[in-house]
């Protein structure tokens, strides 16, 4: 299963299994060292004995197949401390053969003759795959006993985790979600608790201003299509209704429509991009290039923008997106100041502001902020920004200052 615990577990016994491994091969060449010292050691005794006791130094060409009859040889080959022993004269060592199976002592004679003992390492190797088998044996039963337990507490320490699977399976963004279960877990868990909960946080968060603006656009559009809707009534059933008063009335109702639906729509399309990054941005520069695109609705109304500015300052945010914000503003201003005015952009670098100012017209409404709506969408705009909105109006005068953080 392509499960945590599972991967822990799989990563657990494979961690065992070659530091066992190599546990095993160091101590099974212990072992056979150990035992070939012993074997060793036996030997150089075996052939003292001998040589004292059992060997006719004066023939030393004689058959020495009696020496495996004597007590000592017999006795030790019966409690396999030796095994296939050998005995051998020999004039000179390099005449013995070497082999890798086999350890042999050679002792130098009175007469100048060598003699060799030697006895092969069947039994040892024999006893040694034995103890391999008996260590693997009971590491494997020591392995499936603690690879339980290692199981048991895993679970328990993961517990927690699957107590958060569970919560955000059955939480209710739609009522007020409930607080994840991390009290008791580790600090990683407790970290990832964490980071989900804030999540589930902001989902909230978002889901209820979505709603209040949901809220908003609909008393907003409502209204006028209300009125709308009241009119059309009227002049299909009034026969004398005046036809060019109707669609003055009407033209308006839809303008109120248009701009409402304009300003749910600049929501979208002032979200920043995934793919926008941060830049460093000199607010002076940005603001000129603003002003020279927005100059065909200047020039419409005859209007001129002032940029006051001791200084400039710079920001790191994403440009773009500022862009549409200043713009939107900009064009409210210019909408909502009277024909032939200037509007006034101050720059304060001692903290970071942006202030715009206009002349509020006689004649007409701002055609942004009339509605609780588009201030709504400014500042949540704004937000995403993460800059401050202010709004202050006089009888004379419109002012929106936007603080840069």
Do not use: W
């Amino acid at each position: 299963m392509n499960t945590l615990k599972s991967k822990i577990i799989a990563f657990f016994l494979v961690t065992a299994f070659m530091i066992f491994s190599s546990l095993a091969v160091l101590i099974l060449k212990m072992e056979r060292q150990d035992r070939i010292e012993e074997l060793n050691t036996l030997l150089y005794h075996i052939s003292s004995e001998i040589t004292a006791e059992y060997l006719d130094l004066s023939n030393p060409v004689a058959d020495l197949s009696y020496l495996q009859g004597i007590d000592t040889v017999r006795t030790l080959s019966a409690d396999n401390a030796i095994s296939n022993p050998l005995f051998e004269i020999i004039s000179n060592p390099s005449q013995q053969k070497k082999s890798n199976d086999r350890i042999s002592v050679i002792s130098k004679l009175s007469n100048g003759y060598y003699f060799v003992v030697s006895s092969d390492t069947h039994l040892i190797d024999k006893n040694l795959g034995h103890l391999t088998v008996k260590l693997y044996l009971s590491f494997f039963g020591a392995l499936s006993l603690l690879t339980l337990l290692f199981y048991l507490i895993l679970r328990k320490l993961l517990e927690p985790m699957e107590e958060l699977v569970r919560a955000c399976d059955t939480i209710d963004l739609e009522g007020h979600p409930e607080h994840l279960p991390i009290s008791s877990a580790s600090i990683e868990i407790q970290r990832l608790g964490s980071a989900l909960q804030s999540l589930v946080d902001k989902v909230a968060f978002f889901r209820d201003k979505e709603r209040d603006m949901f809220k908003e656009a609909a008393h907003q559009i409502k209204t006028p299509m209300a009125i709308l809707k009241a009119r059309l009534d009227h002049y299909s059933l009034d026969p004398s209704a005046d036809k060019e008063k109707f669609l003055i009335q009407a033209n308006g109702d839809i303008a109120k429509l248009l701009k409402y639906l304009k300003e749910l729509l600049l929501v979208h399309q002032s979200q920043i991009s995934k793919n926008e990054s941060a830049e460093r941005i000199d607010m002076a520069n940005l603001i000129s290039g603003i002003t020279t695109y927005a100059a065909p609705l200047l020039q419409r109304k005859e209007q001129s923008v002032i940029l006051e500015t001791e200084s400039t300052f710079s920001v790191t945010t994403y440009r773009n997106s500022l862009m549409k914000l200043i713009l939107t503003i900009l064009e409210n201003c210019i909408n909502h100041a009277p024909t032939g005015s200037s509007i006034t952009i101050t720059l304060s670098a001692s903290d970071s502001k942006i202030t715009f100012a206009n002349r509020i017209s006689n004649h007409h409404m701002p055609t942004l902020f009339n509605s609780n709506l588009g201030l709504k969408i400014i500042r949540e705009l704004s937000t995403s920004l993460n800059i401050s909105v202010t709004v202050e109006e006089s009888d004379t005068v419109f002012l929106l200052s936007l603080k840069l953080k």
